[in-house]
């Protein structure tokens, strides 16, 4: 395979915009496809090109990257937007959204039937990541598809894992990510309300545990946050509603008990239906304190 | 209240005897006590005193520091063993075992009730931490009670926090402390499984989540061990078992639910009714792994 000069990228949200101009900056030959006009007016300002459709992005690509929202959004794209018939036959698809591992696995079966190469490559790090290029890529593949997309890959993530070699098993890294992070939340939450319960002012209690084995990235990203009356939101509960589900499904379909996961899951699921979806995902901690019978503030 | 100058101390087991040595070394007069005459001869060895019972390590003492394994041995220390009575009217009694919060509440009114002092004043911190004198210190009491047993308690810690005014405050900081600990180590071996269900290496899970958002200091700490066949017993599942239990009956006696606390204390027991009782802690992992149908190695 020759090395990557034309990338056809659709999804240009909070993340797959500040992606795809990485991209551009190292030279590639970007042309990408969003719905929406603002994206699409972003990626031509920093020396991009647009293409009216996902068939078009794909036209003439060596790789075809998809940051969609999901797995539905990707299907889409290939399949009924008619991305994957323009797309050159030694191509290579790399879908980059948090999916499934094994509609990941199908959907690469799909995509390789047709001659192209898959690469399951979900990211983590944030919108932060994707603006400095810093974010870590869990890729699945033969060495040999990985090798021949790793100067895109790069281009987009400073940490490039290569997993496993089967598609579904990128996904799979990413699954475990968001089961780690879901439950830590859901556990910081879950201290933070006992000791409330108890009297005990939630700042002390972040001043030592956040020193102690009790620590965890997210009782310091989001334990502030719990102790705070309105606080900013950085990612909602609804996301996390969304990505416990992918975790329970990857352990239903992989047949991995997954109890924690679980009672995670129903903890941000009580959380949106008594009407915090829409606020920081650290506001579990309010559904707690509800179970706990105390009232905030 | 004077500077205590005379500490009785019972219970110098792994973390009490290096506790009491360090009192030693800051001069303090420390009149030891515990059932095993190894202890004794190494307290006598470093400049310590030996009592011949828990009452004459309490007689003449300013402060008598409990730091033996449960509630029920603190009891039978300071009333079946008369510790309580030989200790001087003006006194303080500190107790720096983890032992259940309300039952360390009631155990204060009990002390209280003679004209002692009360400090609920447990630690983290470990083994190490005892060595060192940089032991974590959730303390609680009353202003002027913590104040007269300052220098007492920096002996043995670095850090001393004054979680609150009521005594089993302190004890419920060290419980949501372990709560932490024991999800995060349970939640390590759920994603560690779901993983190797899937045919990723459990390295490759550590390499990528230990620096990424989805990171706890159990999953950096405990992680690696969960990858070996016969790991090194730091702490083991026994001890979770014994820790979540006090956490579950912490809940219960405050009215606050705990799901995922809940979640991971089965998990503990059941890796213990497996016969895993005695191994180290992230061996909750094999549980895990028979739950997911793998077998282990």
Chains 1, 2 share one sequence.
């Not at 940490?159 to 579904?168: D, I, M, P, S, W």
């Not at 719990?226 to 990857?250: G, R, Y």
């Amino acid at each position: 395979m020759s090395e990557p000069r034309n990338i056809g990228f659709v999804g240009l949200g909070a993340m797959g915009l500040p992606m795809a101009l990485n991209l551009v900056k190292k030279q590639f030959h970007v042309r990408g496809f969003d719905m929406k006009p603002e994206a699409l007016a972003a990626l031509n300002h920093a020396g991009g090109h647009v293409a009216a459709n996902a068939a078009e992005a794909a036209h003439s690509a060596d790789a075809l990257v998809l940051m969609v929202v999901n797995i539905a959004q990707a299907e889409s794209v290939l399949f009924d937007a008619g991305a994957l018939a323009a797309l050159p036959e030694a191509a290579t698809v790399i879908l980059m959204a948090t999916c499934p591992p094994n509609s990941v696995a199908a959907l690469a079966k799909r995509v390789e039937a047709t001659g192209r190469h898959f690469i399951d490559a979900p990211v983590s790090g944030g919108v932060v990541g994707a603006q400095g290029g810093t974010l870590t890529i869990m890729a699945a593949a033969s060495n040999e598809v990985i090798e021949a997309s790793r100067s895109v890959l790069v281009a987009m993530g400073e940490k490039l894992f290569h997993v496993g070699l089967e598609a579904g098993q990128g996904a799979m890294v990413k699954t475990v990510n968001q089961l780690l992070c879901g439950v830590h939340i859901a556990a910081a939450a879950e201290g933070m309300a006992l000791a409330e319960k108890a009297g005990i002012d939630g700042q002390v209690i972040l001043d030592i545990l956040g020193g102690s084995a009790a620590s965890s990235w997210m009782l310091l990203n989001r334990g502030p946050r719990m102790v705070q009356d309105e606080p900013e939101v950085t990612s909602a509960v609804d996301i996390f509603v969304k990505d416990m589900s992918i975790v329970m499904d990857a352990g239903r379909a992989s047949k991995a008990a997954l109890p924690l996961a679980a009672a995670a899951h129903q903890m941000f699921l009580a959380a949106s239906a008594q009407g915090h979806g829409l606020k920081d995902d650290s506001q579990v901690v309010l559904t707690y304190r509800d179970l706990a019978g105390l009232k905030k503030g």
